[in-house]
């Protein structure tokens, strides 16, 4: 069962149970979706476009890794690979890749929203 709250122009899909199902009337409409297999452990994949988006943004799960810095000191990071799928017939690569970009700047920090 799904309950449905308007806020703005936005409509928010609210589990009632821990099932979540949405029908096609529920995204119909949209030109840009985001796929979280992340939450499931999934490190990397391709996601695929629901028609008729132009672009669909996957989000991996966020891994522990070792990096060295300039000085040759090792230390734990957390990373999170996103992907982008985009259909080539509406949108420039180039775009898209700069809109990627962008959001990785705004997620390693956040506060620049802000400003």
């Not at 490190?43 to 988006?53: A, R, S, W, Y």
Request: aromatic letters at 6%; glycine letters at 6%; a negative charge.
């Amino acid at each position: 069962m799904i309950e449905k709250q308007k806020m703005g122009n936005w409509t928010f899909a609210v589990a009632m149970e821990r099932k979540l199902v949405l029908g096609a009337d529920e995204y119909k409409g949209s030109t840009f979706s985001i796929s979280n297999l992340g939450m499931f452990g999934i490190e990397t994949f391709t996601p695929i476009i629901n028609q008729p988006d132009a672009a669909i943004l996957g989000v991996c799960a966020i891994q522990d890794e070792l990096v060295m810095d300039d000085e040759g000191n090792i230390s734990k990071r957390q990373f999170m690979r996103l992907s982008v799928t985009l259909d080539h017939r509406l949108l420039d690569g180039a775009v898209v890749a700069k809109f990627q970009m962008d959001l990785r700047d705004l997620l390693q920090t956040p506060m620049n929203i802000l400003l």
